[in-house]
């Protein structure tokens, strides 16, 4: 395995973590780390964490500081052959087989393949990020599938051939841990769990991401959210949601609503569950937060 | 035999340290390790520390051990054990591995069942096989095409199917010169749902409970998926230990795990517990959720009518079998129960393996 220890002018976590911040992505050091090994050792990155803590954004982020395309394969149960790797261009193969007449027509030559994500990257090895995104939403059956091609980056086509990457990709893969993942499919890989920020680093994301709202905004946002959070909620919020709340909440304030109705009327860009509103009840206002700004 | 320099011997060292405390570190990944310390510097002890958590893929769930470990190996800590809880408000979600995930379970504000206590009764006792073996030899034979199916979003060759397949067409084209003479069809494929079961082990179903263990032996080795789930005080996952194949063994097995057994009854915490573990709760996303069990809850019924209001939401069906229940029309007695029945797709027979047999296979015709 070659062990590269500069990638893209890139030679340490930190580094690696002030690259991110350019691209708009605050990563903490144990990310940055991971990340960085994942890279300097050719092995893929698997982020796991609850929903809504930033882990396709974490990829899209790497994605923009290598300079690399971002081939996303959105994973779900059934997931096949045919929406992964690739299909044939059916209707242009009848209608080939209809000009050629008499002459000789090759049905499988590359203008009728259509490369999925999977196949895309393996072509395009040094140009692509390939992001594996949601895997536990698959079934067992394609996850034994991607253990195979992320150990040799091959892809078979019976009608022509394997295919081989020249390189391995950079690989991002992404998992909600709706189920566990296969022991060997994690050893593969290079491993990171992400979990809500703190609450500093969580008002820095809001701040980076809305540029309309104010700091102690965002801090009495994070507050409030990070209360939610130690709730038992069916779906506490993620940071996405935080960073849309204090931009809703702001947008209100600015159009002539007081602070905590402003934030109470925009709740439903934070809490989207009927039963979480029900369950918190009176105590919301307690949790919302107060005069802020 | 090289010799290893001494430098990354205390590496070595930890990472046979790391798999005689069961976690997966083949040598592959010791050799990442060391590289990726190399790579990192090392400007001092969080490099290695941060390197050993990304390569080794700690899980989350076993990041304080995986500390306590560290701290042990690098830092010459003695490794504390860990203070065991005294509340006995927590349920407890059990799966196989030797840890525990603790749920905080709502505070009990009243307690319904006057005599109940909070303190919890566990128990052990071996559950010998049990049930009508005629019926579980039933269920085995049956389960390949009675049990519930949804449709795949894969396809396979059907001359029934209704939709084109063109690469099948094409293939046929191919060989009469490119001309279509006839239209190849595919359908979705089938695949048998989920089944979770959900079996009551405390005192009051204590007489049924070998035949339940053993109907669940049975369906987790007959259905393709299969979950089986223990509910007293605490919930349980006993699929894996049922997966042995010879049923007295596997009983044996799962009893060792279920350690609230014939104990009281919080049905309502233990659904709640099971539902707070998005890994067990994704389990009954679309899927024919079988509670065997009588209903008779000593926690608050309200906690047990939410939760099932919840299971109900999440899964395809909830079906309640009961033994208490007489005859086909049954109307449950119990005020959880009854409470409970809105959200329940049936409540029926839960008295023999018979009854239960029937009703799990009959399901997919009903429905």
């Given at each position: ?90 209707a ?66 019976p ?22 993942l ?35 905004t ?15 909620l069916?779906?506490?919020?993620g ?13 209100l ?41 | ?36 310390i ?20 700690i ?17 010459g800590?003695t ?17 196989p ?39 579980l030899a039933?269920?085995?034979?049956h ?31 191919i ?11 595919a ?18 179903m ?5 035949a ?104 395809w ?41 029937s ?9």
């Amino acid at each position: 395995m070659a062990v590269r220890s500069q990638i893209a002018g890139i030679a340490s976590p930190a580094a690696l973590a002030a690259a991110l911040t350019d691209a708009q992505y605050i990563a903490g050091e144990e990310l940055a780390t991971a990340a960085y090994l994942a890279l300097a050792l050719g092995k893929p990155l698997l982020l796991e964490g609850a929903p809504g803590v930033g882990k396709t954004e974490a990829a899209k982020a790497l994605g923009a500081i290598l300079g690399r395309n971002v081939i996303r394969l959105q994973c779900f149960e059934g997931i096949d052959a045919s929406s992964a790797l690739y299909d044939w261009n059916f209707a242009a193969q009848m209608l080939a087989i209809r000009q050629a007449g008499e002459d000789h027509v090759n049905l499988y030559s590359d203008r009728f393949l259509l490369e999925r994500p999977l196949l895309a990257a393996l072509r395009n090895p040094a140009t692509s990020l390939l992001l594996i995104d949601e895997i536990d939403r698959s079934d067992h059956e394609f996850e034994a599938f991607l253990l195979e091609f992320l150990s040799d980056f091959t892809i078979s086509i019976p009608e022509t051939g394997t295919e081989r990457a020249v390189e391995p990709p950079v690989v991002v893969l992404t998992s909600n841990r709706t189920r566990d993942l296969h022991e060997a499919l994690r050893r593969r890989c290079v491993y990171h769990w992400i979990d809500y920020p703190d609450p500093g680093l969580e008002a820095d994301i809001v701040m980076m991401r809305a540029s309309t709202v104010a700091r102690a905004t965002a801090d009495a946002v994070v507050a409030s959210v990070n209360i939610m959070r130690q709730e038992p909620l069916q779906k506490p919020p993620g940071i996405a949601e935080t960073v849309e709340w204090a931009e809703a909440a702001t947008l209100l304030h600015s159009g002539g609503s007081n602070w905590p109705q402003a934030f109470l009327r925009s709740i439903g860009v934070a809490l989207k569950d009927h039963d979480d509103l029900t369950y918190l009840g009176d105590r919301l206002m307690q949790i919302l937060p107060g005069e802020a700004a | 035999m090289s010799t290893i320099p001494a430098a990354i011997r205390p590496f070595l060292e930890f990472a046979s340290l790391l798999r005689r405390h069961g976690f997966a570190i083949s040598p592959d990944l010791t050799e990442d390790f060391i590289t990726a310390i190399g790579l990192l510097g090392p400007r001092g002890i969080r490099d290695v520390y941060l390197s050993a958590l990304a390569v080794f893929a700690i899980p989350a769930d076993r990041r304080d051990e995986f500390d306590a470990l560290f701290r042990g190996h690098f830092e010459g800590l003695t490794v504390a054990a860990q203070a065991e809880s005294e509340d006995d408000d927590e349920m407890d979600t059990l799966e196989p591995t030797g840890r525990e995930v603790e749920v905080e379970s709502a505070e009990d504000e009243r307690e319904a069942g006057m005599e109940a206590t909070a303190a919890e009764r566990l128990g052990y006792r071996v559950v010998p096989a049990g049930g009508d073996g005629q019926a579980l030899a039933f269920l085995s034979r049956h389960a390949a095409s009675d049990l519930p199916r949804r449709r795949s979003y894969r396809r396979s060759p059907s001359r029934k199917g209704r939709i084109v397949d063109p690469r099948a067409t094409l293939r046929r084209a191919i060989r009469r010169d490119g001309e279509i003479l006839q239209l190849r069809y595919a359908r979705p494929r089938l695949r048998q749902r989920r089944i979770v079961l959900l079996i009551d082990v405390s005192g009051s179903m204590s007489a049924s409970t070998p035949a339940t263990l053993s109907l669940a032996h049975a369906l987790v080795h007959a259905a393709d998926r299969a979950e089986a789930f223990t509910l007293g005080t605490r919930l349980t996952r006993i699929t894996a230990s049922l997966r042995v194949s010879n049923r007295m063994q596997a009983l044996v097995r799962a009893s060792s795990l279920v350690s609230d057994i014939d104990g009281g009854t919080r049905i309502g915490d233990a659904l709640n517990a099971f539902l707070a573990v998005p890994r067990f709760a994704g389990l009954a996303r679309g899927a024919l959720v079988v509670v065997l069990s009588d209903g008779l809850e000593r926690g608050e019924p309200d906690t047990m009518v939410s939760s099932v209001a919840r299971l109900a939401r999440l899964a395809w069906r909830v079906d309640w079998l009961s033994p208490l229940a007489t005859g086909p029309g049954f109307v449950p007695q119990t005020e959880a129960l009854s409470l409970a029945l809105p959200y329940l797709s049936a409540a029926g027979d839960g008295s023999s393996t018979r009854g239960i047999v029937s009703h799990i296979l009959n399901i997919a015709r009903a429905a």
